[in-house]
């Protein structure tokens, strides 16, 4: 699932992982994230580091993965990994089959 508010972004992230034959579903507005994960029960989440700090706890609440886009390293608590907002498409969907393949 990628939790995002910049269209920019979503496109880039939407088509790139569909292309790689990944299942993805956007969620633009973090009020709705806690329905949506419990309607498509994602693997993964990739949120943006600001709509992160809107949703707290995501990663306990649904005992779900998260990597956050905003500041490479700064991994922040309540996240698996950090990386750049500005990522390639390969560094994130690597890292995303990095995380789902250990979560097994």
Do not use: W
């Amino acid at each position: 699932m990628i939790v995002e508010d910049e269209i920019a972004s979503i496109s880039r992230l939407y088509i790139g992982l569909l292309r790689m034959d990944f299942t993805v579903e956007v969620c633009d507005n973090p009020s709705e994230l806690q329905q949506r994960l419990a309607r498509f029960k994602p693997q993964i989440v990739v949120i943006s580091q600001k709509l992160h700090q809107t949703s707290p706890g995501t990663r306990e609440k649904f005992s779900i993965p998260v990597i956050q886009l905003g500041i490479e390293g700064n991994v922040p608590a309540d996240a698996d990994l950090a990386l750049d907002r500005m990522a390639s498409l390969s560094t994130i969907a690597k890292a995303i089959e990095n995380i789902v393949a250990g979560s097994k």
